[in-house]
């Protein structure tokens, strides 16, 4: 027999999802709720829900009150059940086997979520495509869209840098393949035609360089990208055009805005596309 303790068992969830039923001796319950959490994940993608704002809000509020359920339920548990007979798992090692696969499990559904679930949220850093994206921004990004539809004028798109081990940067779509691209003083030129920009901030030119550009051809299964804060971005004026294969996803909202305090006025947004 073991003395099973209720703020135990319901505060070991925090270690790792499960763990709170593994202790009071209900494994299958822990197993339920491993795959009901990879479950929610894969419906989040596969529907589709996550690229709509009050969607995204909606599953994150499901998952909190699962949790939070979890959580009670097995405090009650353990409080109706003072005393338990110790099962063949209820040992030190298998607890900490259990945290260790769950953070293996989280891990995996981080890294294949792209891929297996179409979609990956970023934090933006830096200020580079301001004001369309600010530091601060979380962003929700498609990683299914550019292997069923080809980039387009104005997309924001999440690239991998090249050379840049894993590096990805968030710029917006400005040449096609194909494309001859141009900047004369601050005026983006492509195929001989000034470009409206409405989404472009300016601030003091660091060099003639960022103010003046070119020209250049776009190359075929390349995309000429530049950041919104023309002045401060590093972009294919620096980089080189962006091979198709390089592409991760295109931005579809922003969700939330933190920077030292919640930005209230910056979400959620689902993101327009000024096809420009």
């Known amino acids: 027999m073991r003395q099973l303790g209720p703020i135990r068992a319901a505060l070991s969830n925090l270690v790792g999802f499960g763990l709170g039923y593994v202790y009071v001796g209900r494994i299958k319950l822990a197993l339920f709720l491993v795959v009901g959490i990879v479950g929610l994940v894969a419906l989040a993608g596969w529907s589709r829900l996550v690229f709509h704002p009050i969607g995204l809000y909606g599953l994150v509020f499901v998952a909190a009150c699962i949790g939070l359920f979890v959580m009670i339920h097995c405090g009650l548990i353990a409080a109706r059940n003072r005393t338990a007979d110790a099962r063949s798992y209820n040992v030190w090692w298998f607890y900490l086997l259990w945290v260790v696969a769950s953070w293996l499990v989280s891990d995996v559904i981080t890294w294949s979520r792209p891929v297996l679930f179409g979609f990956e949220p970023f934090n933006i850093p830096a200020v580079s495509m301001a004001p369309t994206l600010q530091k601060g921004d979380y962003i929700m990004a498609d990683t299914w869209y550019y292997d069923q539809t080809d980039p387009a004028y104005g997309d924001l798109a999440v690239f991998n840098v090249p050379g840049g081990a894993g590096i990805k940067y968030v710029k917006r779509v400005i040449g096609l393949p194909g494309d001859q691209i ?41 995309y000429f990208m530049l950041g919104d804060n023309r002045h401060m971005s590093k972009d294919s004026r620096y980089i080189g055009p962006i091979d198709q294969s390089l592409l991760h996803g295109r931005v579809v909202h922003r969700w939330f805005a933190f920077d030292g305090l919640i930005l209230w006025d910056r979400f959620p947004e689902k993101l327009e596309y000024s096809g420009q």
């Open 182 to 222: 141009e900047i004369r003083n601050d005026v983006l030129i492509r195929n001989g035609q000034d470009i409206d920009e409405p989404y472009v901030q300016l601030a003091n030119p660091q060099s003639e360089r960022i103010s003046n550009f070119g020209p250049v051809t776009v190359p075929s299964g390349n």
